[in-house]
């Protein structure tokens, strides 16, 4: 037997091979000592054989194999010419490597070599990939290496979604069988986006244990959490089936990582590496966003345009992004995607002129563009109907089709065309949409698209782009090494907001999630909200505005000045602050702390979703304080508080001075409030 252990500080995993067969890992969580014995460690696991099994168990290796008699959902299906599956016999080396594992199987017979790499990164994450190379066979399934679920795991955490409800977190408790989650529509998706958090009976969102998991791809994916009849677990990701080309497939990255924290510990795992992926994709410090969408549609006249970009320059926007219907004849949705050249009724003089209007306001200018996608009514379409992805005749979505980007001549029209339109005006920001699901699940897709996106950046690196497919359709780790933020939702209802933002927060830091505060009267829901909360709500996030600014009242205008102004001056720190999430007694209440990184300052955002079961609040506990030192803590929005609120908690009226350790066991009270508002407490280290 030989084994093998990856350590850091938060972590180590253990690898095992017997003979010359494919490895296994036998342990990833909490760090082992130094001196433990992996020889024993790996004899304690060792399994019992009873009536009714096979005689001997069959292993769980990095890549379970059904020529073994592995009785569970096997790392790889190869099919063969006669439709038959193909089970190679491996023979298998492992390569040891500062914080790397590289294992390599080959089958001489078949042909057939798999690889595998299993790393720690520098920031303390767990990252995993596999390919396999196999001649003249077809790949239905390639797993990333599999990694064993600790029988400690009651549940699972992953998320459902739709458009405008996006990071429904679900939970699942393990059982017999297959829990499966499946996207198989070309993107990451509002359904299933690609990320699961394993949990034990005491974990909690500051306590107990939690392994977090993402797959990072763009494309169509699978994953698979299995229990067998005998009681193992295993947990599996890779491309949905169908996605590989013959002959060859690679899976994209498994992201992971252990805390023994609770959630909050893998959420700032995750933050801080998404804001290290990110980081030479975007602009410093974090601009204060305005998308005309919801202001003017696709209603383009330059003349209201400039009115409303000095309103929203003396609201404090710093960004002014003029969304769609510029192009082409693009005066609705049904036509000229894929015309991506300035439309001269609407902009006789070209989109520079106005661009350095805003420039000249202190903003910086932001162009909408949707470059995947065609309308069959273009003259890219009419030139080109063999650029569409898929049959001719399919069924549109969202009045659109897909562009076949394996095609390198799409790939150089796109290029040409964005290339052009970035050196006709002084654009520092692109809103890249996606807004249509694919007809059918090709890998190539995405591999192209990142290599779209990496030549553009190359021509412009000082254009930051933001990843959207009709709000949070394609959030990953893939996609986010090629831009800079994501719209994470098309609503912009602030109490859907505060939901959405809350939970996707396990694994995307501030500085990449655009959170804008929307129109009195939301748009995608119809529900009426009061300013001071849907500011502070978009306060929480990568601020931004995305409503007619023609339609606040002065008093609401300053409201909307003063939260940001609060914003700019807390920017710096909290974009790299880590978003922790509150465990509260009261379900009707979502909050969160965000705390700096050398711990000095936080600010909870205490959100009123609905109305509480008891009448008064119930005490807030805060999380991640020291305990022995001191803070100073402010309720900034005081002033908000109803004329219900009739009592004299203190924070209504004068900061206080407690332990780290009182505010984390006893907690504050705070005043009531009605439901769809948000409290904002800031909080000091005292030296």
């Known amino acids: 037997m030989k084994a093998w252990r990856l350590d850091d500080p938060g972590q180590t995993l253990v690898l095992v091979q017997e ?15 130094a001196d433990e014995d992996l020889a024993t460690l790996a004899a304690s696991q060792r399994l019992d054989v009873t009536g009714g099994m096979m005689d001997a168990n069959a292993r769980l290796s990095i890549c379970p194999e059904a020529r073994q008699g592995w009785a569970g959902q096997p790392g790889f299906v190869l099919i063969g010419r006669d439709g038959r599956r193909v089970m190679p016999t491996f023979s298998a080396s492992v390569e040891a490597r500062e914080s790397e594992l590289r294992i390599t199987a080959k089958d001489a017979d078949c042909g057939v070599v798999y690889h595998a790499q299993i790393a720690l990164t520098d920031d303390g994450m767990l990252q995993t990939w596999a390919k396999i190379d196999a001649p003249g066979l077809a790949i ?46 070309g993107r990451s998706g ?20 939690a392994w977090a998991l993402s797959y990072d791809w763009s494309g169509g994916h699978r994953m698979v959490a299995e229990e067998l009849p005998d009681g ?37 795992a995750f933050q801080r590496h998404v804001r290290g992926l990110t980081e030479g994709n975007a602009r410093h410090p974090r601009p204060v966003h305005y998308n005309c969408w919801e202001a003017i549609y696709f209603n383009h006249d330059p003349a209201e345009l400039q009115d409303i970009a000095r309103r929203a320059a003396d609201l404090g ?31 006789p003089d070209g989109l520079r002129p106005f661009a350095e209007y805003v420039q000249a306001l202190g903003m910086e200018f932001g162009l909408w563009v949707e470059p995947e996608m065609i309308n069959k009514d273009s003259d890219l379409f009419r030139a080109h109907s063999d650029w569409l992805l898929g049959p001719v005749d399919q069924t549109p979505g969202r009045q659109q089709f897909v562009l076949d980007l394996s095609q390198r001549a799409v790939c150089d029209y796109l290029f040409d065309r964005l290339n052009a339109v970035l050196n006709d005006a002084p654009i520092g920001y692109l809103k890249w949409d996606h807004n249509r699901l694919l007809p059918v699940v090709d890998e190539r897709q995405v591999l192209m698209l990142n290599a779209l996106l990496g030549r553009l950046r190359t021509a412009h690196p000082g254009v930051e782009i933001e990843s959207c497919a009709s709000g949070g359709g394609r959030i990953d780790l893939n996609i986010l090494q090629h831009t800079g933020r994501v719209w994470l939702s098309d609503s912009n209802d ?12 396990l694994f995307l830091p501030a500085s990449v999630t655009g959170s804008h505060v929307g129109p009195r009267k939301c748009h995608t829901s119809g529900r009426i909200h009061d300013i001071r909360f849907r500011a502070w709500v978009a ?31 807390n920017r710096d720190w909290r974009m790299d602050a880590a978003i922790l999430q509150l465990d509260h007694a009261d379900p009707a209440v979502i909050a969160e702390l965000q705390l700096a990184q050398d711990g000095s300052r936080f600010v909870a955002f205490v959100g009123q979703s609905a109305t509480s079961s008891q009448i008064l609040p119930r005490p807030l506990c805060l999380t991640g304080l020291d305990p022995q030192a001191r803070y100073r803590i402010t309720l900034l929005n005081a002033d908000e508080a109803p004329g219900l609120s009739r009592g004299a908690p203190a924070l209504k009226y004068d900061s206080l001075t407690l332990s780290g350790q009182a505010l984390m066991r006893q907690g504050v009270a705070l005043p009531w409030r009605f439901p769809d508002g948000i409290w904002v407490l800031e909080g000091e280290r005292l030296p």
């Open 19 to 33: 003979g010359s067969v494919l490895p296994g890992v036998i342990y990833w969580g909490a760090p082992l000592p």
């Open 140 to 185: 239905d399934w390639l797993a990333t290496p599999v990694l064993p679920v600790s029988s400690a795991s009651d549940g699972l955490i992953d998320f459902s979604g739709r458009w405008i409800g996006e990071f429904q977190r679900q939970r699942h408790d393990w059982r017999p069988g297959v829990h499966m989650r499946e996207a198989r529509m």
């Open 190 to 209: 509002h359904e299933h986006p690609p990320f699961a958090i394993l949990t034990t009976p005491g974990t909690t969102n500051s306590q107990g244990e």
């Open 232 to 268: 193992r677990r295993q947990i599996q990701f890779g491309h949905a089936p169908g996605s590989h080309t013959s002959g060859q497939a690679c899976t994209a990255a498994l992201t992971a990582c252990y805390s023994a924290d609770g959630l909050n510990g893998s959420a700032r």
């Open 317 to 347: 926007a710093e960004r002014f992004v003029l969304d769609d219907g510029w192009f082409g004849m693009r005066d609705d949705d049904t036509t000229s995607l894929g015309d991506w050249a300035v439309d001269p009724r609407k902009w």
């Open 494 to 505: 602030a109490a859907e907001r505060l939901r959405i933002q809350h939970d996707a927060a």
């Open 539 to 569: 306060a929480q996030r990568h601020m931004g505005f995305e409503m007619d600014p023609r339609e606040l009242t002065e008093e609401e205008a300053q409201v909307l000045k003063s939260v940001t102004a609060w914003w700019k001056s």
